[in-house]
């Protein structure tokens, strides 16, 4: 059975081919490839959680490579990048701000007990599981680093 993610993601495509929008099915296809990638090395369906996972990768790869253009001085490379990220992110869950990500760190740092930098690994471990896709997690590594390190 097909993700209920995977499903949105064809449809947009779908819907793109009939609005004859050729940047927005190029990207969407990108999409498409990089998930067939994952369930080809699987050998099986992928989860919703699954793809999340290569969204994410996606867009970190496009904002790297972005910033690469911008020091080349090549908008128009910048400016396609910019609008995958966006097409991308549409698939994404919201994500948290950093104001949302200080208030869950404050209460997983209670919860656990932890006040020392020796309690970053288990704090990590525990919001890598409950924030997983909601939050970039080298943001939220950075936040938990200062809030532990005071």
Same mark, same amino acid.
């Given at each position: ?5 995977? @499903?949105?993601?064809?449809?947009? $495509? ?21 998930? &067939?990638?994952?369930?080809? $090395? ?17 867009? =970190? ?32 869950? =919201? ?8 208030? $869950? ?23 890598? &599981?409950?924030? @997983? ?18």
């Amino acid at each position: 059975m097909e993700s209920a993610l995977l @499903s949105r993601i064809k449809d947009a $495509t779908r819907k793109s081919m009939l609005a004859r929008d050729k940047t927005r099915v190029a990207a969407l296809k990108l999409v498409n490839a990089e998930v &067939k990638q994952v369930e080809l $090395t699987q050998k099986g369906a992928v989860s919703d959680t699954d793809i999340t996972k290569v969204l994410s990768r996606m867009v =970190k790869q496009r904002q790297n490579s972005a910033e690469q253009y911008r020091v080349g001085n090549r908008p128009d490379l910048v400016e396609q990048e910019l609008y995958e990220i966006a097409v991308i992110n549409e698939f994404l869950p =919201k994500q948290l701000t950093e104001e949302e990500l200080l208030i $869950t760190i404050g209460e997983v740092c209670n919860e656990l007990d932890a006040a020392t930098a020796q309690d970053i690994g288990r704090v990590m471990g525990y919001l890598s &599981k409950s924030l @997983s896709g909601a939050a970039d997690m080298s943001l939220v590594s950075r936040l938990v680093r200062e809030r532990l390190s005071q």
